[in-house]
């Protein structure tokens, strides 16, 4: 089979990869373009480690194939610090002890992110709904919870 060449951005930078017809976007993300913040845990898209963005729809890059990127905006968690440093979604995660060993963090993050983008202001209910599809097995989920609490709460008040 020959290769696919794709065109499509990621966090807001052309990117051109030959790749595999078969291959997830979690792996040319990690092997082709050395993203590798975006963590492979299951690869049955259950646990959530490799959330990223897709056109700004939150979806598991290891049941993505790369080739459905073509000509798509792709975001994922080296994206979201700004030029001046850490989102605040990220500082928060570090202010709240909400990260042990790591794997689950960028996913949390960025699908947090989303969260904030689309509902600024949301209860506990919606945090933990909306959250359900990524799996910590370390901290348990009341210090991840709290962080985006407390990463709205920031947000709402540089508003």
């Not at 709904?129 to 009341?142: E, I, K, Q, V």
């Amino acid at each position: 089979m020959s290769k696919l060449h794709v065109t499509t951005s990621v966090n807001g930078q052309p990117e051109e990869v030959l790749c595999e017809p078969h291959q997830s976007l979690l792996d040319v993300l990690r092997d082709e373009l050395g993203l590798t913040g975006t963590k492979e845990g299951c690869s049955t898209g259950d646990c959530g480690a490799c959330s990223v963005t897709l056109d700004g729809r939150l979806v598991c890059s290891c049941l993505v194939l790369a080739a459905e990127a073509e000509g798509k905006e792709v975001g994922t968690i080296e994206g979201v610090a700004n030029p001046d440093g850490l989102h605040v979604l990220q500082q928060k995660f570090l202010e709240h002890a909400a990260l042990q060993c790591g794997i689950c963090t960028p996913g949390f993050i960025v699908a947090a992110k989303v969260l904030l983008e689309r509902d600024p202001n949301p209860d506990e209910t919606t945090i933990r709904y909306w959250l359900a599809g990524n799996l910590c097995r370390c901290t348990g989920y009341d210090k991840i919870i709290r962080a985006v609490q407390d990463a709205a709460t920031e947000l709402a008040h540089e508003a």
